[in-house]
Nanobody, 124 residues
């Protein structure tokens, strides 16, 4: 059973940066596709970014392209989401997620393992 834990959220001014971390226990995260989703109050959940477990390909939502970067650190078994040029509309709870099977490609759904979420608030 893989357990995911996010960290790194907080309050930041527009234009600022944050780096979110997703760490795992009970499994080796570098074997899995890892995706970041976000959920804002009153809005539909959104897939933000993903790194493939099969070939390392990365994907980004149009709303964050050019501003967010997903990466892996296999030495620490952590996946990061570097968020730059943050906007108020980026305010949400951010979750990392992984599918049940290792070596999976990124997908829009079908994630079995989820973290508890970390709040990101972009406000002046």
């Amino acid at each position: 059973q893989v357990q995911l834990v996010e960290s790194g959220g907080g309050l930041v001014q527009p234009g600022g940066s944050l780096r979110l971390s997703c760490a795992a226990s009970g499994g080796t995260l570098d074997l899995y596709a890892v995706a970041w989703f976000r959920q804002a109050p009153g809005k539909r959940g959104e897939g933000v970014s993903c790194v493939s477990g099969s070939d390392g390909s990365t994907y980004y939502a149009e709303s964050v392209k050019g501003r967010f970067t997903i990466s892996r650190d296999n030495a620490t078994d952590t996946v990061y989401l570097q968020m730059n040029s943050l906007k108020p509309e980026d305010t949400a709870v951010y979750y990392c997620a992984a599918p049940r099977l290792v070596y999976s490609a990124c997908a829009a759904q079908g994630y079995e393992y989820w973290g508890q979420g970390t709040q990101v608030t972009v406000s002046s």
